[in-house]
């Protein structure tokens, strides 16, 4: 558990917005020791299996995060900003952020007018990016230009055993992938599984498709993380439960029925997530690629998605690597 | 024509199962060739007198369903729709879940404050007959339920639910029973057209064809309540060509085709005075290296509900187009 806490916190802190993808990259190349780069700025690790035919599997985790971006000059070291991949501005105002400029990073704030002076018809209500402004006076301003990264400068903390941070969205699915690898060292696997860890998610940029497309493989296995919140209408997703194995159109029901078998053979808490449209994940493009290929959705389940307090239970990214280890293994 | 066992059938997006398995029994051992796909797709083929052109024919098999979203602890039921279905559409009405039926109740109307709230998914549940959680036996998360419309025949119309896009399958059973295409023809039942064409978006991959037509029920609109100049088409007036919808705008080579051919052996036909919606023909023209695509459709009255209808007269009209674009070298000329 230790180590997953420390991945977990490790791959939080490295900013890697979409497609600025390469040093969340470069720290998972680091960890595996073997892989190779994709050509929209990803990375695949090959895990050879022993099975005398042998179907190819793909997991899919993206590595980039929701970001920032400096849209415009405000003078005087202040600048506009929008959002790369949906963020909330209600989460912005009175919090440090690094702007990531072609000379280094320069740090920040997104400030807010102090109540003493706000006039009474803006009291309470609540900034969109037309109004949040970003301060850089205070570091080296003349550094930063229109088209400059910006991610918020938090650290991740631990609570009560749950890891918080930003970016958990997806580098707890990455983390999953990474500890299914070593798992997968101890079961005997039939099959060559193809690890990929993917940009540009946040954007539906295509990072996982197009890989998908290129391996030709023959199953996907799409690990993301889904809303532990309750959502009205629909079965509550709970943190510390397992990972949430998709069923919709969207995603192969014979695969979903042989994971959750496998989970229950296997003693894997799981949960089930009803998907009656679009999975919001990278697992409807890459359903789509190549001829079609078969695939399955685990979701960790993570609160407060998209903003820099999320929340994921290390149990649940362990049980998750389990899960996609012994699925991956035995297709 | 196989409209009512169809029609009578249950296949929401991702649940296919039950149809592509009529339709593959009625067509097995009528064509050359057939294959399901990863995603599910049917891919018949049908050897034609020449093989210098590979067309396709689409259907999807998919209807708009709803899936069950949560078992609440009063031991109802939360449903969303799979697919565009308007919400006002199930209210009071009878669904199946498996070999189980519930229904869609609502607020009595001395409770409502406002006669014209707003009906949403969000507050809409099944009853079972469970009045709490444990009473509901066999029904999980992600099972799929289903509006009960029994097919009916009366008067050279037709009323049924998933007439979108049954109607299609039905023509594609009959054209490989009765047609003798020009040219070799893949017969091809789609998945997940309702959730986003998603079955027609890995057949390019696939095939390389170098055209296609589309098969579709499409809407009708023809009501007294709208202005007539603002109908999509009119139940009657004959197979409807489309020439431009939802990210495809149909390829004049092959709309004319059909236009000459229709022309020719005397079958009425109607264009869609509406470029709402879209079919599978944008993802053939789209994916891989794409073809040109026609949509031809029966005109249907309320389709994505659980009550619609159509006229036979069209379906056999349909039919007859179809048929005699298929058994013609019309495209030979038309096609780069």
Same mark, same amino acid.
């Given at each position: 558990m230790k180590k997953t806490v420390d991945l977990l916190k490790k791959l939080s802190s490295v900013d890697a917005p979409s497609g600025w993808e390469d040093r969340a990259v470069e720290e998972i190349e680091k960890i595996l020791k073997e892989g190779r780069r994709t050509k929209l700025g990803g990375l695949v690790h090959e895990a050879k299996g022993r099975g005398r035919f042998r179907k190819r599997v793909g997991v899919f985790a993206h590595v980039d995060e929701v970001s920032l971006v400096v849209s415009a000059e405000a003078g005087d070291g202040f600048f506009y900003i929008e959002t790369v991949g949906g963020v909330d501005p209600k989460i912005l105002p009175a919090s440090k952020v690094k702007v990531y400029t072609r000379d280094g990073v320069v740090r920040g704030v997104i400030g807010i007018m102090a109540p003493h002076i706000t006039p009474p018809e803006k009291k309470g209500k609540v900034q969109g990016y037309d109004d949040l402004l970003l301060d850089v006076s205070m570091d080296d301003w003349r550094k930063v230009r229109v088209g400059d990264r910006v991610v918020l400068d938090v650290q991740p903390c631990e609570l009560n055993g749950k890891v918080c941070g930003k970016a958990l969205d997806d580098r707890a699915g990455c983390t999953a992938l990474i500890l299914a690898r070593e798992f997968l060292k101890k079961l005997f696997s039939k099959n060559d599984v193809y690890f990929v860890f993917s940009s540009m998610e946040e954007v539906g940029g295509g990072g996982a498709k197009t890989v998908a497309h290129e391996l030709k493989i023959d199953y996907a296995i799409v690990v993301d993380v889904t809303f532990a919140e309750k959502i009205e209408g629909y079965q509550k997703i709970e943190i510390g439960k397992g990972p949430a194995i998709g069923i919709g159109p969207f995603i192969d029901r014979e695969l979903a029925k042989r994971a959750m078998e496998i989970a229950k053979e296997n003693g894997i808490n799981h949960q089930i997530e009803a998907l009656p449209m679009r999975t919001g994940t990278d697992a409807d493009d890459v359903r789509r690629a190549w001829v079609g290929i078969k695939t399955l959705l685990l979701s960790i389940p993570l609160l407060h998605m998209h903003t820099p307090v999320e929340i994921v239970d290390p149990k649940d990214v362990e049980e998750t690597a389990r899960l996609i280890a012994h699925v991956a293994a035995s297709l | 024509m196989y409209l009512k066992e169809l029609t009578n059938l249950n296949g929401g997006s991702g649940d296919e199962e039950r149809v592509r398995k009529f339709i593959e029994e009625k067509i097995r051992g009528k064509v050359d060739d057939l294959r399901i796909d990863n995603l599910g797709n049917l891919i018949a083929f049908k050897k034609g007198k020449k093989s210098s052109l590979k067309i396709g024919l689409l259907a999807h098999m998919d209807e708009v369903s709803f899936m069950i979203t949560a078992v609440n602890e009063d031991g109802t039921l939360s449903f969303r729709p799979v697919g565009g279905i308007d919400p006002r559409v199930v209210v009071g009405k009878t669904l199946r879940i498996k070999d189980k039926v519930g229904v869609v109740g609502y607020r009595p109307i001395h409770l409502q404050r406002e006669m014209k709230e707003k009906v949403t998914f969000d507050e809409l549940r099944i009853n079972v007959g469970a009045s709490k959680k444990e009473e509901v036996k066999d029904i999980e998360v992600g099972d799929y339920a289903y509006f009960t419309t029994e097919y009916e025949e009366r008067d050279g119309f037709v009323t049924a639910?998933?007439? +979108? +896009?049954r109607v299609g399958c039905s023509l594609m059973i009959d054209l490989v029973e009765k047609a003798e295409p020009t040219y070799d023809t893949f017969f091809i039942f789609t998945v997940g057209e309702e959730v986003g064409l998603l079955g027609s978006s890995v057949v390019m991959e696939q095939l390389d064809l170098d055209a296609s037509i589309i098969l579709e029920g499409t809407t009708a609109g023809d009501l007294p309540s709208a202005e007539k100049d603002r109908w999509a088409t009119h139940l009657g007036n004959g197979p409807v060509l489309t020439f431009f919808h939802r990210g495809y705008v149909i390829d004049e080579r092959i709309l004319k085709a059909l236009i000459e051919v229709a022309e020719k052996e005397n079958i009425p036909y109607q264009m869609k005075r509406r470029t709402a919606g879209g079919t599978d023909a944008a993802m053939i023209a789209r994916t891989a290296k794409g073809a040109p695509a026609a949509v031809v459709s029966v005109p249907c009255r309320y389709i994505h509900s659980p009550v619609s209808i159509a006229s036979l007269e069209d379906y056999e009209n349909t039919f007859k187009l179809v048929k005699a674009v298929l058994e013609s070298d019309i495209l030979a000329g038309k096609l780069p």
């Open positions: - | 639910k998933a007439l +979108d +896009d």
